[in-house]
T-cell receptor, first 114, second 110 residues
């Protein structure tokens, strides 16, 4: 398996634009997590899905952020409109059986909002 | 609210110089404590999960231990390839959420 695949690897966008980050989890995994990493706050969980259903989105910073998982092999994280403070590295991770077991992370998307 | 604190923030070792990284936590109902390694420009990579106080796990030059208040990641005779950021995380309650510390940046020099 190629592991968790995220795209794009880098995204530079202007403030106010819509940004969509994409994730393909490892085949057979039933949990998918979206994290955000910054120097100040470290790695923070934004939202996670179980069997394509959003379970906990309490980490989503505000209504500008939304996430979907239309099927077991694809998820998106959308920011609309984007703001400079959204600049961070966004990671997608997947696991089989939940957070008590090993989670596999993607390479991340480095987002810069100017 | 769950809190995870890692120390030191950065550590520089010479090759072969053993040391320990600390992860202290304040949580209610620890279900698991995790150690991950993160290389620059990459996602975290799983190392260990510890579930109860007294538990220990080893992998090559790394050994993780757990008490009721903290975990240690012991690095024995490190090599330059052990240079990375080491992240600690906890899972509590019934949800599948991990709370991460801000990490320890380890640099091992020749």
């Amino acid at each position: 398996d190629a592991g968790v695949i995220q795209s794009p690897r880098h995204e530079v966008t202007e403030m106010g634009q819509e940004v969509t980050l994409r994730c393909k989890p490892i085949s057979g995994h039933d949990y998918l997590f979206w994290y955000r990493q910054t120097m100040m706050r470290g790695l923070e969980l934004l939202i996670y899905f179980n069997n394509n259903v959003p379970i906990d989105d309490s980490g989503m910073p505000e209504d500008r952020f939304s996430a979907k998982m239309p099927n077991a092999s694809f998820s998106t994280l959308k920011i609309q409109p984007s703001e400079p403070r959204d600049s961070a590295v966004y990671f997608c991770a997947s696991s089989f059986g939940g957070a008590l077991l090993e989670a596999f992370f993607g390479q991340g998307t480095r987002l810069t909002v100017v | 609210e769950d809190q995870v604190t890692q120390s030191p923030e950065a550590l520089r070792l010479q090759e072969g110089e053993s040391s320990s990284l600390n992860c202290s936590y304040t949580v209610s109902g620890l279900r698991g404590l995790f150690w991950y390694r993160q290389d620059p420009g990459k996602g975290p990579e799983f190392l260990f999960t510890l579930y109860s106080a007294g538990e220990e796990k080893e992998k090559e030059r790394l050994k993780a231990t757990l008490t009721k208040k903290e975990s240690f990641l012991h690095i024995t005779a490190p090599k330059p390839e052990d240079s990375a950021t080491y992240l600690c995380a906890v899972n509590t309650g019934t949800a599948s959420k991990l709370t991460f510390g801000t990490g320890t940046r380890l640099q091992v020099t020749l």
